[in-house]
């Protein structure tokens, strides 16, 4: 990959150019970051996890009519993508009380929020990607109303997918961050889900114990980030059975 041109670097994700028109390299890092990267790691095995159970996400979203960027996994690291216009927003589906939610409304974390909420935030992190209103959205141009339509019919439409899946595997779907993207079809557009969806931007609790199995574990110092993912991987059937599954090489993950 590294004769391939890179198109962008962020904070835990490279792009390359794709092997076709209109397709992309999507390569997972190591690098782990918090409060804007002002904290910062880089956690072996990390970057394995996430482009896993990312991919084991889109793909079942793409399999139940959920359109993504997804188009298949090239290796451990890397998956081909489809080259969308990224939405300048961060798509946040809330069903439990946590993080910044607790913190600005005072509600005591781990409360059950009447109804799943969605926010909007907008994507600057020298701005700290401020929370923002759909009038935010419109008056700026960031999105027409029809595309905030569509962005919280797909972002229901995965907060019921993933809460299903999680609690299959005796996860409780706290939160989670979705990004989403225009992808052109010659003069037709439409709202695609892109990014990643992953513990790196999910709330996991487990149901019995609320042990958080997701970024929380670098955020808050608790240690144990690649176990804690390791350990969602293998509920969700993506890990091989062992009984040392974090070796210094990696995990082990099942082919597919």
């Known amino acids: 990959m590294n004769r391939r041109r890179r198109i962008y670097e962020g904070k835990a994700k490279i792009l390359y150019e794709g092997p076709e028109p209109g397709t992309l390299v999507q390569h997972f890092k190591d690098d782990a970051t918090a409060f804007n990267a002002k904290k910062h790691d880089v956690i072996d095995g990390k970057g394995v996890l996430n482009n896993r159970i990312s991919e084991y996400i889109f793909q079942n979203l793409n399999d139940i009519g959920v ?3 997804f188009l298949r996994r090239l290796n451990m690291r890397e998956q081909l993508i489809r080259e969308v216009e990224i939405i300048q927003l961060e798509v946040v589906v809330r069903n439990v009380a946590a993080g910044s939610l607790s913190t600005r409304l005072g509600i005591e974390e781990g ?7 969605i926010e909007f935030y907008y994507k600057n992190d020298a701005l700290g990607d401020p929370m923002v209103s ?7 141009g960031w999105a027409s109303p029809q595309e905030i339509d569509d962005i919280m019919s797909l972002a229901i439409r995965v907060n019921d997918f ?8 005796g996860i409780r779907l ?17 709202i695609v889900v892109a990014d990643e969806i992953s513990p790196d931007s999910c709330r996991l609790w487990d149901m019995k ?16 980030l690649v ?3 390791s350990e969602v991987a293998r509920r969700l059937g993506i890990l091989t059975e062992s009984d040392n ?3 210094k090489s990696g995990p082990t993950l099942v082919k597919g």
């Open 67 to 69: 359109p993504t960027h």
């Open 111 to 117: 409360t059950q929020l009447p109804r799943s909420i």
């Open 134 to 140: 759909e009038e935010h959205i419109t008056a700026f």
């Open 162 to 169: 993933l809460s299903g899946l999680f609690l299959g595997a």
């Open 174 to 190: 706290v939160d989670f961050k979705m990004e989403c993207g225009r992808l052109w079809e010659n003069d037709m557009v439409r």
């Open 209 to 224: 114990t609320n042990e958080k199995m997701d970024k929380d574990r670098f955020r808050r110092d608790l240690g144990g």
């Open 227 to 229: 176990e804690a993912y």
């Open 245 to 247: 599954p974090v070796a």
